[in-house]
Nanobody
């Protein structure tokens, strides 16, 4: 599975950004999600979307963000609303291929939220 992430950038606190992750390849995917890593902090799972439509959100983003699949192709979006400075991090798209618990990683995209 190859993953192409985009959509990071700079936002003000309270603003919004949308991250996109396009998956390609011939392997079936069980789930796609996003991790983030802020400077000096451990990597954190932020949100996931399963093949069946189930979602997971970290407590820190629950109620503010939404992960969903696009209407065309294999693109998953992370809608980040009400951004906070503590959301500043590098965000990584990940996908769990069918038959494995080891995710594939895409390149990170920087999100910076100013106060």
């Amino acid at each position: 599975v190859q993953l192409q992430a985009s959509g990071g950038g700079l936002a003000q606190a309270g603003g919004s950004l949308r991250l996109s992750c396009e998956a390609s390849g011939t392997v079936s995917i069980n789930a796609i999600g996003w991790y983030r890593q802020a400077p000096g902090k451990t990597r954190q799972l932020v949100a996931t979307l399963s093949l069946g439509g189930s979602t997971y959100y970290a407590e820190s983003v629950k109620g503010r963000w939404t992960i969903s699949k696009g209407n065309f192709g294999n693109t998953v979006y992370l809608y980040m609303n009400d951004l906070k400075p503590e959301d500043t991090a590098v965000y990584y798209c990940v996908a769990w291929p069918a038959g494995t618990t080891t995710p594939n990683w895409g390149r990170g995209t920087q999100v910076t939220v100013s106060s």
